[in-house]
C-alpha cells in the first residue's frame, strides 16, 4: 500500500517560515491536498490540488509538489498556526484509496 | 454552505456492530460529482479514510476495513450512514463524515464524534 511519511514535529519562531514535507513514491505524479487540525477541532483543507488555496486561507499558505516529495509551506508564523498538518493523496497505484500522511505538529516557539 | 453533522451512539460493545449516520444541510446528496467519505482518528493519532459512496449508490472501501463495512445513501432523508461490523477496542475513534469532490479533497467535514468500543 502507498505511505506518506511526514516529519513528526517542526518548529518555528513567529515570523518566521515553517516548511513541512510529505514523502511518498513518486508522489509527484499524484495530487496532493494538506489540511490544518487544531486540538479538538475537525481538519480545515489549506491546500488542494498540489498548490490551490481554498477560499479564505490566507496568502501565507502555499505548496509544492515534484519528484518524492510535496511540501507545505507557511511563511510569517502565527501563533494560530499551531496546529497538526496533514498530506492526503489519491492511490491508484495498489488499490484506489485516500491516503493521508502520518501528520506533522507544527509548534510556534 | 454545506454542513454535516454525525450522529449514532458513543458506545458501542465489542463484537457488535458501529452504526452513525451522517445529515447534510445546504446541499443535496443526490446531485453533484461528490463523494460522501467517512474518515477516523484513534485518539492521539491520525486521519485514517473509511471509504465513501457517490450519489448513484457506487462505493469504495478502505481494504483494510473492507470486509466489516457498509456505506450507504438515504437520499429522501439527504443522510447517508457508516455500518462497521465486529468492532474492536481498535476501531475507538472520532468519527468524521465529510465531502469530497473534485481532486478528492475533503472540502467539508462534520464536527465528528467519538464512538468508544468497550463492554
Known amino acids: 500500500s502507498y505511505v506518506l511519511t511526514q516529519p513528526p514535529s517542526v518548529s518555528v519562531a513567529p515570523g518566521q517560515t515553517a516548511r513541512i514535507t510529505c514523502g511518498g513514491n513518486n508522489i509527484g505524479s499524484k495530487t496532493v491536498h494538506w489540511y490544518q487540525q487544531r486540538p479538538g477541532q475537525a481538519p480545515v483543507l489549506v491546500i488542494y490540488?498540489?498548490?490551490d488555496r481554498p477560499s479564505g486561507i490566507p496568502e501565507r499558505f502555499s505548496g509544492s509538489n515534484s519528484g518524492n516529495t510535496a511540501t507545505l509551506t507557511i511563511s510569517s508564523v502565527e501563533a494560530g498556526d499551531e496546529a497538526d498538518y496533514y498530506c492526503?493523496?489519491?492511490?491508484?497505484?495498489?488499490?484506489?484509496?485516500?491516503?493521508f500522511g502520518t501528520g506533522t505538529k507544527v509548534t510556534v516557539l | 454552505q454545506v454542513q454535516l453533522q454525525e450522529s449514532g451512539p458513543g458506545l458501542v460493545k465489542p463484537s457488535e456492530t458501529l452504526s452513525l449516520t451522517c445529515t447534510v444541510s445546504?446541499?443535496?446528496?443526490?446531485?453533484?460529482?461528490?463523494?460522501w467519505t467517512w474518515i477516523r482518528q484513534p485518539p492521539g493519532e491520525g486521519l485514517e479514510w473509511v471509504g465513501y459512496?457517490?450519489?448513484?449508490?457506487?462505493?469504495n472501501y478502505n481494504p483494510s476495513l473492507k470486509s466489516r463495512v457498509t456505506i450507504s445513501v438515504d437520499t429522501s432523508k439527504n443522510q447517508f450512514s457508516l455500518k462497521l461490523s465486529s468492532v474492536t477496542a481498535a476501531d475507538t475513534a472520532v468519527y468524521y463524515c465529510a465531502r469530497a469532490d473534485n481532486w478528492n479533497e475533503v472540502a467539508y467535514w462534520g464536527q465528528g464524534t467519538l464512538v468508544t468500543v468497550s463492554s
Open positions: 490540488y498540489d498548490s
Open positions: 492526503q493523496v489519491w492511490d491508484t497505484s495498489t488499490d484506489h484509496r485516500n491516503v
Open positions: 459512496i457517490y450519489y448513484s449508490g457506487s462505493t
Open positions: 445546504g446541499g443535496s446528496v443526490s446531485s453533484g460529482n461528490y463523494h
